[in-house]
């Protein structure tokens, strides 16, 4: 099964999924660093949009944590965000 990573496309963050670990050969003409993998796609969400400047947001874990601390999830719109 495909695991979840983020890259850094020189622009922003992105989650995206592959089935082996990304190393500079199959993804860095796309990406210039990936994190990851992450346990669940919150996380992954979470860490492209809210680690940048974030001391809290380290690795993978942490953004698995925190989105489910604080119950990041897809809302009816398509957008994530908190619990209200």
């Not at 669940?40 to 809290?56: C, D, L, Q, V, Y």
């Not at 119950?71 to 965000?81: A, I, L, V, Y």
Request: proline fraction near 5%; aromatic fraction near 12%.
């Amino acid at each position: 099964m495909a695991q979840l990573y983020v890259g850094w496309n020189g622009n922003k963050y992105e989650p995206f999924r592959s089935k082996t670990n990304p190393t500079q050969e199959s993804h860095g003409k796309t990406y210039s660093h990936v994190v990851g993998p992450f346990r669940t796609k919150a996380g992954a969400t979470f860490f492209s949009e809210r680690s940048i400047g974030n001391p809290h947001v380290q690795c993978a874990a942490d953004a698995d944590r925190i989105a489910k601390e604080i119950g990041w999830h897809k809302r009816e719109d398509g957008t994530w965000g908190e619990a209200a």
